[in-house]
């Protein structure tokens, strides 16, 4: 070490670049230690129809049940592997685990459509359909339409063609496709028409707003509108309150998920969720004001 040190004139090691470097590096190994040794687990949100009460599906959200520092966000954990193949193998393992519980939760008497995020990285893999396939075929009794991938609009980015050519080999496995956190993209209508997504989740950035912001609820409307015309479902994201649903409910939009209806709860508790939700009573008696559905 001392010769190696001697020879350099730079102590690159001892750089703010060298420690960030290794301290990366650090965390990557970490990830995948945890990734080893069980410690990641999904939580589901519940989906509903606000009008009729249905529950349509839960999306699963990665948590790490970290042994010193509790359960953490996937917000702490996923950037660090963002570009790593260690995505690939974390996205992966989400998917499994989905089939697994969705097959559980169907030995149980409970259909349930299960919802997984799909990171850039993992989807601009060209086999991504084809390990999709593997997957699916491990769990025969597991329908693919009980799958659902949510994909961000920003997946695409550099590489539309691609990405569109693996969803729509997707499409044909049977899965569900929708776009998430749709509206926040660059040329989210480019999105909208390229993809072959039946589902469009409107970010809760343009949801949280919408009952005080004109603005916020005429890009509801356009959405809900593009997407009549596109022949896609519209899900509204981020519902906090009754008083969103209500909005919601008016504008035409029945599909919602969001504190206001339930947060994200391990997947023991889903079943008697189910069992006990009932929508707002004045739901069922909001009429649309507009031509949306
Ligand atoms: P997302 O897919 O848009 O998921 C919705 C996020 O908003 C979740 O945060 C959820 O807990 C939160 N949320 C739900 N309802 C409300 C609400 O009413 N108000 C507010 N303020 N937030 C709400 P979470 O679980 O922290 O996940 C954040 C993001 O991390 C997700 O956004 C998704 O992009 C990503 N993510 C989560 N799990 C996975 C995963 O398994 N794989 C990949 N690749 N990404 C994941
Ligand atoms: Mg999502
Ligand atoms: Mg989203
Ligand atoms: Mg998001």
Request: charged share 20%; with cysteine; glycine share 6%.
């Given at each position: 070490?001392?010769?190696?040190?001697?020879?350099?004139?730079y102590?690159?090691f001892?750089?703010?670049?060298?420690?960030?470097?290794?301290?990366h590096?650090?965390?990557?190994e970490?990830?995948?230690?945890?990734l080893?040794?069980d410690?990641?687990?999904?939580?589901?949100?519940?989906?509903v129809?606000?009008?009729?009460g249905?529950?349509?599906g839960?999306?699963?959200?990665i948590?790490?049940?970290?042994?010193?520092?509790?359960?953490?966000?996937?917000?702490?954990?996923l950037?660090?592997?963002e570009?790593?193949?260690?995505?690939?193998?974390?996205?992966n393992?989400?998917?499994?685990?989905a089939?697994?519980q969705?097959l559980d939760?169907?030995?149980?008497?409970?259909?349930?459509?299960?919802?997984?995020?799909?990171?850039?990285?993992?989807l601009?893999?060209?086999?991504?359909?084809?390990?999709?396939?593997?997957?699916?075929?491990?769990?025969p009794s597991?329908?693919?339409?009980?799958?659902?991938?949510e994909?961000?609009?920003?997946?695409?980015?550099?590489?539309?063609?691609?990405?569109?050519?693996?969803?729509?080999?997707c499409?044909?496995?049977?899965?569900?496709?929708?776009?998430?956190?749709?509206?926040?993209?660059?040329?989210?209508?480019?999105?909208?028409?390229?993809?072959?997504t039946?589902i469009?989740?409107?970010?809760?950035?343009?949801i949280r707003?919408?009952?005080?912001?004109?603005?916020d609820?005429?890009?509801?409307d356009?959405?809900?509108s593009?997407?009549k015309?596109?022949?896609?479902?519209?899900?509204?994201?981020g519902?906090?309150?009754?008083?969103h649903?209500?909005s919601?409910?008016?504008?035409?939009?029945?599909?919602?998920?969001?504190?206001?209806?339930?947060?994200?709860?391990?997947?023991?508790d889903?079943?008697?969720?189910?069992?006990?939700?009932?929508?707002?009573?004045?739901?069922?008696?909001i009429?649309r004001?507009?031509?949306?559905?």
């Open positions: 070490q001392a010769k190696l040190a001697g020879k350099n004139r102590f690159l001892d750089t703010a670049q060298a420690r960030y470097m290794r301290e590096h650090q965390s990557v970490h990830i995948r230690v945890a080893d040794g410690e990641f687990v999904l939580h589901y949100q519940p989906k129809n606000m009008r009729t249905d529950v349509i839960v999306e699963a959200l948590r790490w049940q970290h042994p010193e520092q509790g359960l953490l966000a996937p917000a702490n954990f950037p660090i592997i570009e790593h193949r260690l995505a690939i193998e974390l996205g393992w989400v998917i499994e685990s089939l697994i969705i939760w169907q030995q149980s008497g409970l259909t349930l459509p299960v919802s997984v995020n799909i990171a850039a990285r993992h601009r893999q060209p086999d991504f359909a084809t390990q999709l396939a593997k997957l699916l075929a491990k769990y597991v329908a693919p339409a009980m799958l659902e991938l994909v961000l609009e920003t997946s695409t980015l550099g590489d539309l063609a691609q990405v569109s050519k693996t969803l729509e080999e499409r044909v496995l049977g899965v569900a496709l929708s776009l998430d956190d749709f509206g926040t993209g660059y040329s989210s209508l480019t999105y909208l028409k390229r993809l072959p039946n469009i989740k409107v970010d809760q950035s343009f707003d919408i009952l005080e912001d004109p603005e609820l005429a890009i509801l356009g959405v809900l593009l997407a015309a596109f022949g896609r479902q519209v899900i509204a994201e519902v906090e309150t009754l008083a649903g209500d919601l409910l008016r504008m035409g939009c029945d599909l919602a998920q969001g504190y206001g209806i339930a947060r994200p709860m391990p997947a023991a889903i079943p008697s969720w189910i069992t006990h939700w009932q929508p707002a009573p004045q739901w069922a008696k009429r004001l507009n031509r949306n559905e």
